[in-house]
């Protein structure tokens, strides 16, 4: 026994070693920033500096002014919009690359994460070219003599929704494919030699044992939507207004950054309100 103390106190103390780069790194690059924004968010000072006065105004106006109320509620109707659409449209897809026996399975998952290998600006810059009044989708429609004036598909809450969707769609994917993995086909099997369809199998079986990788997804793509403001400021052309948006204003355009630190703050509130209940919804699931 005198011989294993020493032991396991050398080894608690290599751990600890080990941990200490990436706990000094956690440290400067995370905390100390956090704890400057959030003594920036109760500075008077301009730029947030420690020399300004403390205050509460900055919360003040986030909290009564109805602006900043109609930019949370749109935060969280665009997170939720793309969050739903981009699961929903990478689940059969993931199901797809999980379940094929295809020599092609390897090429197939590639091409379904490669548009991750472009940067999201050029997406979005694609879809403006897409969903512009001149383009693709409104010239084929005018060439067709469906419609005789563009439909506006960009500069607006839609335009903007569904850039995101598909930016946001391979993270989805990978989510929902990793869930996948853990699936027991010998169970299907047996729901089918016991009488069920594929409906059934799919209600019973197939979706409520990939829920994990579905809620993981979830989370994903609507932590990435809420805190993205190019595709938003882009696709919305200055008239979609979320917390992503305004923080980069009040940051670059009207030098507030104490109110963009109020407002970076409460966008830190609603990711981890979110990861709460993810949390939650995990354990409900093991349970």
Known sequence: ?????????SHRGLLLWLLLPGLLALGVSFVMPMLWLLRASFSTSAFGGPNGEWTLANYSTVIFDPFYWRVATNTLTYGLSVTFFAVLL?????LFLARTKSRWRGLLTAL???PLLTSGVVRTYGWMVILGDRGVINGTLQALSLTDTPIRLANNFLGATIAMIEILMPYAILAILSGLGR?????????????????????RIILPLSLPGVLTAA???FVLAISGFVTPRLMG??????????VFSEATV?????LAA???LLLLIIFSSVIVLYRRALRALEA
């Open 1 to 9: 026994m005198s011989t294993l103390a020493p032991d396991k106190r």
């Open 90 to 94: 990478s689940y059969p897809v993931a």
């Open 112 to 114: 379904a994460i490669a």
């Open 183 to 203: 699936l027991n086909v010998q169970l299907e099997e047996a729901a089918a030699m016991l009488g069920a369809n594929r409906l059934k199998v799919f209600w």
């Open 219 to 221: 989370l994903l793509v």
């Open 237 to 246: 052309g200055g008239r979609v207004f979320v917390l992503g948006t305004e």
């Open 254 to 258: 009207t030098l507030n950054w104490p």
């Open 262 to 264: 109020a407002l970076a």
